[in-house]
């Protein structure tokens, strides 16, 4: 079972990226997905989920009408877009396996994470 986050870099203020998730070893429909990030010193924080069948997009104060989380299982991955970026959205990026909808707001509930990419948003 494997997740593989990409997509980060740096980026101005204002400008956009597209995380990925790609996932393998499990059968990915089944599965809502998550998008965490991390700042040093600190836990990580929710940030979005789409749940398996993308009936159900859920995503924090910050990243609400700024990201849009969506997947296609056809080719097992997820994305996250983030537009509009701030330099407070800099962090490391987690996507994860949630084992439900209802959990997916709850990092201790994930059934496996991806390493992380590195967002970083100049001023």
């Known amino acids: 079972v494997q997740l593989q986050a990409s997509g980060g870099g740096l980026v101005q203020a204002g400008g956009l990226l597209t995380l990925s998730c790609a996932g393998s070893?499990?059968?990915?429909?089944?599965?809502?997905m998550g998008w965490f990030r991390q700042v040093p010193g600190k836990g990580r924080k929710f940030v979005a989920g789409?749940?398996?069948?993308?009936?159900?997009?859920l995503y924090s104060d910050s990243a609400e009408g700024r990201f849009a989380i969506s997947r296609d299982n056809a080719k097992n991955t997820a994305y996250l877009q983030m537009n509009s970026l701030k330099p407070e959205d800099t962090a490391v990026y987690y996507c994860?396996?949630?084992?439900?909808?209802?959990?997916?707001?709850?990092?201790?509930?994930?059934?496996?994470w991806g390493q992380g990419t590195q967002v970083t948003v100049s001023s």
């Open positions: 070893g499990f059968t990915f429909s089944a599965y809502t």
């Open positions: 789409i749940s398996e069948g993308d009936s159900i997009i």
């Open positions: 994860g396996r949630a084992p439900t909808w209802r959990l997916v707001k709850v990092e201790s509930k994930y059934l496996n």
